[in-house]
């Protein structure tokens, strides 16, 4: 087992909270500190952007942190050398590179999971990499440990929720919405139509995010499903704090949506 799975079997049937950040963002020196204000926070999983110029999946808030970190300089390599800085601290909490196929083919896949390996990743996530294209990419983060995690959506047929089911590990995250994150539309009756159907091909543990924005959405999620996944609001949260009280503010937030997480 990888970290992700010995803390959902940590966790037993208590609900994971799994916060998102851009690498970067506000600055390459806050990254970490803001890392360690997470789990300070009660964060169980990490989740971390790797900047990208295109990120197609992403609403307006995140594509503006991705624009403020490659205007700070972060490349892929500064985003592994910042895991490796939090490794230093935290040799527990589990982390998961989230981002585009792009600044990875680059790199290379070999190259890209003996690194994450090196420096104590534990999953990735690529957004535009379906299941079909994937073969080389699963070899080597296999070899490694590392794992791969995939998007389900409203939309996605049976077919694709089967082969989902057969490659991937760590846990399966459902969009809760037809859009991009940050949209405000959730939609709690359609997830608790929809995850019954995961749950049929499906044993690993289901996070569910997009359009997830306080406490009491949080909650209402965690009510159906095994990890709450919140990124534009703390993306936003930094986006309107300053370099002085960013790391404080964005702590006083995750720490009330754990509140409300660990009530479900």
């Known amino acids: ?5 010995q803390t959902f079997a940590a966790l037993g049937a208590r609900k ?8 970067g963002d506000p600055s390459p020196e806050l990254t970490v500190p803001l890392l360690h204000a997470l ?12 900047p990208f110029s295109d990120p197609m999946a ?7 942190a991705s624009e403020r970190a490659l205007k700070n300089g972060v490349s ?3 985003v592994l050398e910042m895991v490796a800085q939090f490794r230093q601290q935290d040799s527990r909490t589990p982390v998961v590179l989230m981002g585009y196929g792009n600044p990875v083919e680059a790199m290379g896949w070999e190259t890209f999971a003996q690194r994450c390996a090196e420096v104590g990743v534990d999953g990735v996530l690529t957004v535009d990499f379906p299941p079909e294209e994937s073969h080389e990419a699963f070899t080597h983060l296999h070899r490694h440990n590392l794992a791969p995690i995939f998007l389900l959506a409203p939309t996605t047929p049976e077919s694709r929720i089967r082969q989902v089911a057969q490659l991937a590990r760590g846990y399966v995250y459902y969009v809760s919405l037809k859009g991009v994150t940050g949209a405000g539309n959730l939609d709690l009756q359609g997830i608790a139509d929809k995850l019954p159907q995961l749950r049929e091909h499906i044993r690993l543990p289901i996070g569910v995010g997009f359009g997830i924005r306080d406490a009491d959405t949080a909650l209402a999620v965690a009510k159906l499903c095994d990890g709450v996944v919140v990124g534009s609001r703390i993306v936003q949260e930094i986006e309107n704090s300053t370099p002085d009280n ?6 006083a937030l995750v720490s009330g949506l754990k509140q409300a997480v660990a009530q479900a």
């Open 58 to 64: 992403d609403g307006p808030t995140i594509q503006r």
């Open 76 to 78: 892929l390599r500064n």
């Open 39 to 50: 789990v300070a926070a009660g964060a169980d999983i990490l989740e971390l952007g790797v």
């Open 1 to 5: 087992m990888n970290r992700i799975d």
């Open 246 to 251: 960013v790391v404080a503010k964005v702590g």
């Open 16 to 23: 994971a909270l799994i916060p998102f950040i851009t690498a």
